[in-house]
């Protein structure tokens, strides 16, 4: 099947979503992993909307990119002006970037009411602004704006839009589902109309407000549409541009085009997460392909047949877009799941011990514990039932204090008060914050004890308010990502009192960690080694 | 164009979800609203399974429900007995329930390596289970699992399959893509056929493995699917079941289909997040038609348009789902954002002004600051910018102390002194937690000077780590929701510290609280009237 060229806008289109902001220096490292994984084209801004973007086009010079084109975006020129002397055509063309992407108007509406020219100076702004940056020698990309709404209102205008940008030098007309209303056969129906009356191949962009993107993008591409236009986890303005991870995933494993560079689409996962990280939002867990969840499995009975047949219960092998399997805890999960861990902990599996594990575990989950995405401390709790467990340390007291004057930075300082190995140790730490300092005294106070805690640190920190309809008295949920040199584990403490969550969270790690390195654990369970399919 | 079925499995699909658990109570109620919608059925789950599910049977029966019929979902008999002696046939009987839901196996692979039966004993176990519960008198739906994946292997012995259910009783034949893997056009095809091969109608239910829920949902409608099953916001395993609230609004308001009660459409969003919050789940703000983000406009040329041609820039009337636009603050705004919140405040807007306010946002940006979320903060932050703000106290300093002994639960103490109009406060709270007691203590000295503050709440509290690669010494970003007996607003604080983070949002709060009751800020601003349609 040919090859689709994929074309990212997560710099410019995906940072119109709510919450989302790039540095600078954020920019840069996603168009080298794009460039790493075999994208086409990045869209890294508007050079003209704001200084940070033009800056972008300066600095993305500096990067060795073997395979992305760089383009920047902007609008046709503004009504009545020569294209040379229009502000926005002479920062496409000062941003050096070797593709221009111009998107115009193609909804008579949109022209008439919010333009405010007539539909004749439209197409002379179109064909003016292609047909300078062409002349500058530049590759231009035509966005259609509106098209599938255009061509619905007055087909022959969009057509003549889009003819305007192909006669004027463009090389791709890219046809923009801009209000993310389109159904996919409308989509097929538009997309046959374009390729009949241009001369130049069509593309497409995508939105999501009527949760068809990925569907309207197939659709496109079914009818001859050569370029994919979306973001990474599709992020954007409302609800988001088409997620490229899905498009392609689909693309090229169901469908068998080509896309991106070779073992591109195995780094999906990767990608994904690398973006939602510098964007600093949270992971979808449930997002086709590379969601944490996307592969994971609770219900018992699946549970059950996974472990006869992996690809009965998959529509495809995790691994292909580098993700993996995961058999998650729960009280609908039946007993297979409780099974593992005592394999991984090498217990003796005797029913008794089972029933216990599986009662304790709906009481927690009642109290608001999840132990889904907290697998080192279900591993402890499955070793104190079993009769295993030996505290490394005992709590005698702790106090945290925070402190402040009318506008200094607060003072935050915790003891800590505990019995190791027979001795008592009363130490003191401070810290950023309340977590932070107990933190500190916590491990100023075990360390002399437990040296291997100095290559142990915190990597993630999450706060959930459970019940929130009681504001700050609610109880909260605290999650602590863990790491060393060779292992990562998360953790979940509940209380009413976040200080005292994150202590129980807090221990459970450091526990684990002490157990881990005496061999007492089944090794690193985030990362779920031992739950994997070759394990299973 | 023909009424289409709407069948609910939000409380049993849906609470195979990740992270996923309803309280009894929550099933309860969840049920209640989906009758209030007009829903035709509610899958209220797996009476074998576990005791919760088999009391939902016995209380729902109490409730007064004027439209939705509960459903009882099982798997068909065991191999080799009689369906009257299957413990799961048992349960579904003795649930009472007016309809059952059967599941059973369309793909030949499961039947000889998952069940490890012959494929004729399948068709038995199919034709007995729907026989029995049929001559038990109820309505038999009949769930064909992996039918897409099994027709695509075996198309004759997918087809007998279902003929089975068909010819046993069953009402109508839900074809179910499992795995989520299917693409649009395999699902007409296969949706055309087994219209074909049965005499009852056909039903479709589907999985968004593949991104693709809600365009399969679509086209086996397009196809003759009379029944739609699916789940609210689409939780549910892996990547989840169809959004039915997508679904449903595309159906209905796209394609001119009829489903739900008078009126159950324009309750969509009201549904949506009901449901999240009973779940405790986050709401997905990028959601298609009920995200908090669906009609939210960033981009400064957008908003514009918007201002000018409200549907020029949106697929759909937000208020045909029960939702309404929003404008938002960013730094890629432009302009017109802070107008409108000038506007609101009723200052005059003189350039410089202007300009300030877009560099001192774009500086808390920077810091980690988002008020797109947050509009009180945002509108205090212009009225002290613009210097019509007058400090309601001053903080002269706080403190927070977290104690406990070795297991006891820990007492936490808040101190706290102001100046307030001219006098010395330092009183002491205590709380749940550090922020509840800092709360607690705040109120305490303020509400001799202010009462009105006694009809203030806190209504919810998230904690945010902003960059967590640093673990516990992050800067965390906090949002509170208040609210009093007219309106509700949100503050945000962002702080290497919790607590302090917690205090600018808990005193912008209590300032908005003052200031709106003083008549001095515009109004409501989370529910944000004055960025409503009617007002721009």
Chains 1, 2 share one sequence.
Request: net charge negative; proline share 3%.
């Amino acid at each position: 099947m040919p090859r689709i060229e994929i074309y990212d806008t997560t710099l410019r289109d995906g940072s119109q979503g709510e919450g989302v902001n790039f540095s600078l220096q954020d920019k840069l490292l996603i168009t080298q992993k794009l460039d790493d994984l075999g994208f086409d084209f990045v869209e890294g801004g508007y050079p003209l909307s704001n200084p940070k973007d033009a800056e972008y086009f300066q600095r993305v010079r500096d990067l060795d990119l073997k395979h992305v084109k760089v383009c920047a975006f902007g609008m046709t020129r503004r009504r009545g002006i020569d294209a040379s002397e229009d502000v926005g055509m002479v920062a496409l063309r000062d941003s050096l970037a070797p593709v221009c992407t111009v998107v115009g108007k193609t909804w008579d509406l949109h022209v008439t009411e919010v333009l405010r020219v007539d539909l004749e100076e439209n197409l002379a702004m179109i064909r003016d602004s292609v047909g300078f940056l062409f002349s500058e020698g530049r590759r231009v990309i035509y966005d259609a704006e509106h098209y599938f709404d255009g061509y619905k209102a007055n087909p022959d205008y969009a057509l003549k839009t889009i003819a305007a940008a192909a006669d004027a030098g463009a090389e791709i007309v890219v046809l923009c589902d801009t209000n993310g209303g389109s159904l996919p056969e409308h989509v097929a129906n538009c997309v046959d109309a374009a390729r009949d009356a241009i001369s130049c191949p069509v593309g497409i962009h995508c939105h999501n407000d009527s949760d068809l993107a990925t569907a309207n993008t197939l659709a496109a591409v079914e009818h001859g549409a050569k370029q994919v236009q979306g973001t990474i986890n599709g992020i954007g303005e409302r609800c988001g541009n088409v997620d490229l991870v899905a498009a392609v995933s689909n693309l090229v494993l169901k469908q068998d085009y080509e896309a991106l560079a070779d073992g591109g689409v195995g780094r999906l996962t990767e990608l994904s997460r690398y973006v939602y990280e510098l964007a600093n939002m949270n992971f979808r867990t449930n997002q086709p392909f590379v969601g944490s969840s996307a592969f994971a499995h609770k219900g018992g009975m699946h549970v059950h047949a996974v472990n006869r047949i992996a690809h009965s219960y998959e529509h495809l092998d995790p691994a292909l877009v580098g993700n993996h399997r995961r058999i998650l805890v729960s009280e609908l999960s039946g007993r297979s799941n409780i099974v593992a861990a005592t394999t991984r902990l090498q217990l003796q599996q005797d029913d008794e011990l089972m029933k216990t594990i599986l009662f304790k575990v709906q009481d927690l989950e009642n109290e608001g514990y999840q132990f889904e995405a907290a697998e080192a401390s279900f591993d402890l709790l499955v070793k104190k039932l079993a009769g295993t467990y030996e505290p490394k340390f005992e709590r005698i007291h702790y106090r945290v204090n925070v402190e402040t004057a009318s506008d200094t930075v607060p003072v935050t300082e915790a003891t800590v008060k505990l019995r190791v190995d027979g001795h008592l140790e009363h130490v003191v730490g401070e810290g950023d914050g309340p977590v932070n300092a107990l933190d500190s005294a916590l491990r100023k106070a075990l360390r002399p004890y437990y040296p291997n805690l100095s290559s142990m640190q915190l990597i993630d920190y999450k706060v959930r308010v459970i019940n929130s309809s009681e504001g700050t008295a609610a109880r909260v949920r605290v999650v602590i990502e863990s790491s060393d040199e060779n292992d990562e584990w998360t953790t979940v403490g509940v209380s009413e009192n976040v200080i005292e969550a994150s202590w129980i969270a807090l221990v459970d790690s450091v526990e684990y960690k002490l157990f881990k390195d005496d061999g007492l654990m089944g090794g690193d369970t985030t990362a779920a080694p031992a739950l994997t399919e070759e394990a299973i």
